[in-house]
């Protein structure tokens, strides 16, 4: 009798995403038809196959990680654990010359120590290597082979492999980090919240590293984000079809547009910033689609016509800091007051006291997480002329 091959089977898709962004993940998943079976603060779940993770993979640009479940039950004690990871047929899931890591969450009164649950899990998938093949892979805490995820969480035990591996916010292509960069995928949410369309202007003062200008580009070009990554948890498992990724690599690359539909403007005081931010986005191969030039913020040329312009300014945490910050957030006020009628506005800051130095009525304020800090991304209409009733 043939054995069971957990990735041959359509299963749960677990899909993460920074906290707060599971709207805009889902507004991503919607045209691809996927029924949504679950919505959370920081995931979504659908269900599908280990090749459809693939895809997901390539396509998603708020998504941390695609996680296929392998597993889901009870378990009250690390011995159980232990037990329930080797049912699993992980010789027809993990190469035997592979490398296997193990990552986690875990919150569970059976053991005092998240690590030790990370410890049995490994055991217990290299004892059954062993077991049904004679031979061990190698394990460690490295995520660019297979990865499997371990959530454990009061009684309720969820094993999933981790088809991404490192976290898709890594695409790749920020190779000079600058100071203080905001996450790929925060960036792809800012630019959802923005409404958007890749088809008006859009305008980036301050631009530092161009994360959020590479973001804008490869939405305008609609090229996939994972297209600028060469490596995926999904291609050490047994299952994965290289012919069959290949086919869809270039199925989403001819979906590209070969022009960029509308002009993207991204400038920074900083002539070493300017030269990262044109650097990544060279690997990231939007150069093109980009005009990057060094001036003040407030000295960026907009193009005729609509659009939108978006400035990440600095928060600020010490009194001298936020005296001078008073300043320059006053600034960001006058320059859309007297140089960005038409366009509509956006500062995105994790102080909000800083924030009503702008000087503007926000019209909506939208809620993010960097990391740990509270952000908004407030929104100013900036008309041309007097304001309609």
């Known amino acids: 009798m043939p054995s069971f091959d957990s990735l041959r089977n359509k299963s749960t898709i677990l899909i993460t995403c920074p906290k707060g962004l599971s709207g805009y993940l889902r507004n991503e998943l919607e045209p691809i038809a996927f029924p949504i079976t679950g919505e959370y603060a920081s995931g979504i779940s659908i269900r599908g196959s280990f090749d459809d993770c693939m895809m997901l993979n390539l396509k998603l640009s708020t998504a941390h990680h695609v996680l296929f479940l392998l597993k889901e039950c009870t378990c009250t004690s690390a011995d159980e654990l232990y037990k329930t990871v080797r049912t699993i047929d992980w010789e027809n899931i993990i190469p035997l010359d592979g490398y296997v890591c193990v990552t986690s969450v875990v919150h569970t009164s059976s053991i005092t120590d998240s690590r030790y649950a990370n410890v049995r899990c490994k055991d217990a998938i ?125 199925k989403l690359e001819e979906m590209q547009h070969t022009e960029c539909p509308s002009k993207i403007i991204a400038t920074d005081h900083s002539t070493e910033a300017i030269a990262a931010a044109q650097h990544n986005a060279s690997i990231a191969g939007v150069e093109q689609c980009i005009e990057f030039s060094v001036c003040d913020f407030n000295e960026t040329s907009l193009p005729i016509g609509k659009g939108i312009i978006i400035l990440n300014p600095e928060y600020g945490y010490r009194m001298g800091e936020i005296d001078t910050l008073k300043l320059l957030y006053r600034d960001i006020g006058n320059f859309f007051k007297n140089k960005c009628r038409g366009y509509t506005g956006f500062v995105f800051t994790g102080n909000f006291d800083l924030a009503k130095f702008v000087g503007l009525k926000a019209k909506r304020k939208y809620p993010f997480l960097s990391g740990k800090i509270d952000c908004r991304l407030y929104e100013y209409e900036l008309y041309e002329g007097s304001r309609p009733n």
């Open 126 to 250: 290299v004892d059954r290597l062993v077991n049904k093949t004679g031979k061990r892979c190698n394990s460690g805490n490295e995520r660019n082979k297979t990865v499997v995820f371990l959530y454990w969480v009061d009684n309720r035990l969820c094993l999933y492999i981790d088809t991404s591996g490192e976290p898709l916010s890594k695409r790749g292509y920020r190779i000079i980090p600058g100071s203080a960069p905001m996450q790929e995928t925060l960036a792809a949410g800012v630019i959802a919240a923005t409404q958007w369309k890749g088809t008006e202007n859009f305008v980036n003062p301050m631009c530092g590293s161009g994360t959020i200008a590479i973001e804008a580009a490869l939405k305008a070009l609609n090229k996939a984000p994972g297209l600028t990554r060469s490596n995926f948890g999904f291609m050490h498992c047994l299952s994965f079809d290289p012919g069959a990724f290949g086919q869809l690599r270039k």
